[in-house]
């Protein structure tokens, strides 16, 4: 028998902090109370199909100047006036006020935050901020935007507004209360290829949809969770030794969610997650040559979160789907973003389709030009619009640019947010209770939260709207 990989950590550790073992043997026979609702307020109203104010300038505040934040500040100056920015490095916020002022677009300097970590408080409180744009570290967005909330600002947030059920509750109560949007900023749903997924889902290329699968698997060990890419340097590598969870599925999860229907007609109802162990984050640690021995990581306390996570999302539509993240192992990037319905399928990332709805009989994938010739056909309006200046302003091939632009477009034209707090609160409660379904041993089904109060059962439009009338684009 072979002496225990150094790198697995005990068995009662991982029942403790919820590592599936791989040992179960059938489903537990009752599910958890996550779905636990709190009561509403008297204050609190549906914030579904509440359109934004409209404003003849959004102006934008910059909270987190990283990684992020610190590419997305040129995009937001390019389709808002930038108001004022924040980061808790002083040289963060100089550079970011600088490359604004050299952009050319707005005649006054933003003003800069950079104070120590509270300093937030002070930008969220100004009365010439309309939108305020959160890039900071995932256990900082929840206190962020719900003071951005309080203070009559709508909100635009990086991934995850949190990873936490309690706090995702409090900021869709919030924004209920307040009357202002919280939303996720998730870029890839504007990417070119899901939004020309969508389009043919609503054109029936598809048929029923029966199951889809989305998620995010990213080797992100250097330079991301080892190598300094993010400021402090250990933040998200951390967040390995907190949760045993799929920590960041909404890149893929999104796009699927969307196509489906999700919040709009259909909602999540189940969850059942499974994990691989914890070890290829020490391995690496011991073994890189460019983790030294004064390293940040050695301060870690275990890496309790699997390498790999899966979880089955089931819908009260029937139908599920399959959720995938892995920021540990050796792995080229993917989405695993796929569909499938009674009149054929799509993998996004392997780049083929194939559809008896248009005559594929053969067993054969469509692939090169005729893949791209189909999804062509079905380009969204965003794209052709946007091209140019996407192809400028770049951010995932131009991804993050169409989403900022979007994201302003419908606050300038009084418009319902694409993406709005019940869809971001659905897609990131996937953390919180896969996590949840990992404290056994025994494979254990969550129920999902219905952040809608039974509004999902109602159809409404999303990315699925036509080209408005905008004043800012009449002639392109």
Not at 358 to 381: E, F, M, P, S, V
Request: glycine fraction near 10%.
């Amino acid at each position: 028998m072979a002496p225990p990989h150094p790198h697995t950590p005990s068995r009662r550790r991982l029942l403790k902090s919820g590592i599936v073992l791989g040992a179960a043997t059938g489903i537990a026979g009752t599910t958890t109370a996550a779905a636990w609702e709190p009561a509403r307020d008297p204050r609190e109203k549906s914030m579904v199909n509440v359109p934004f104010e409209g404003f003849e300038k959004v102006r934008t505040g910059l909270i987190g100047l990283g990684n992020r934040g610190g590419g997305q500040d040129l995009r937001f100056a390019a389709v808002s006036t930038v108001t004022a920015v924040c980061d808790i490095r002083p040289e963060r916020v100089s550079r970011t006020i600088a490359r604004i002022m050299e952009q050319g677009f707005q005649d006054v300097e933003p003003v800069g935050y950079s104070a120590g970590e509270e300093d937030f408080l002070k930008l969220v409180q100004r009365d010439d901020i309309d939108l305020i744009y959160i890039a900071t570290p995932w256990e900082w967005h929840y206190r962020q935007a719900k003071a951005a909330m309080e203070h009559g600002k709508h909100v635009a947030v990086e991934l995850p507004i949190s990873p936490h059920l309690e706090e995702i509750w409090n900021l869709v109560r919030t924004s209920e209360r307040t009357r202002k949007h919280c939303m996720l900023l998730e870029n890839v749903n504007y990417f070119r290829p899901e939004l020309q997924m969508f389009n043919m889902v609503r054109a029936g290329l598809f048929g029923d949809l029966q199951h889809g699968s989305g998620g995010y698997v990213h080797d992100l060990r250097w330079p991301y969770l080892f190598g300094g890419a993010y400021h402090p340097e250990h933040w998200r590598r951390r967040w390995q030794t907190r949760m045993n969870a799929l920590h960041y599925p909404m890149h893929g999860l999104g796009p699927v969610s969307a196509s489906m229907g999700i919040n709009r007609g259909d909602r999540f109802d189940e969850l059942v997650a499974v994990a691989s162990l914890p070890k290829a984050l020490a391995l690496f640690r011991e073994e890189d040559s460019r983790v030294g021995p004064d390293h940040s990581s050695w301060q870690d306390r275990p890496y309790i979160s699997g390498d790999r996570h899966t979880c089955f999302l089931t819908t009260a539509g029937g139908r599920f789907i399959r959720v995938e993240h892995d920021v540990n192992s050796p792995h080229p990037y993917t989405r695993e973003t796929t569909l499938t319905g009674t009149r054929g399928s799509i993998e996004l990332d392997n780049a083929r389709v194939y559809l008896e709805s248009l005559g594929h009989h053969d067993h054969a994938w469509r692939t090169g030009g005729a893949y791209t010739g189909i999804l062509k056909q079905h380009d969204h309006w965003l794209w052709p619009l946007l091209e140019r200046l996407a192809g400028q302003y770049g951010g995932h091939g131009g991804g993050d640019f169409v989403s900022i632009f979007r994201l302003v477009q419908l606050m300038r034209l009084g418009m319902t947010p694409d993406i709005d707090v019940y869809d971001s609160a659905a897609w990131c409660s996937v953390i919180p209770l896969s996590h949840e379904s990992l404290k056994t041993e025994r494979l254990r089904p969550v129920k999902v939260p219905d952040f809608t109060r039974g509004h999902w059962k109602d159809a409404r439009p999303t990315f699925d709207r036509p080209q408005p009338d905008d004043p800012q684009l009449r002639g392109r």
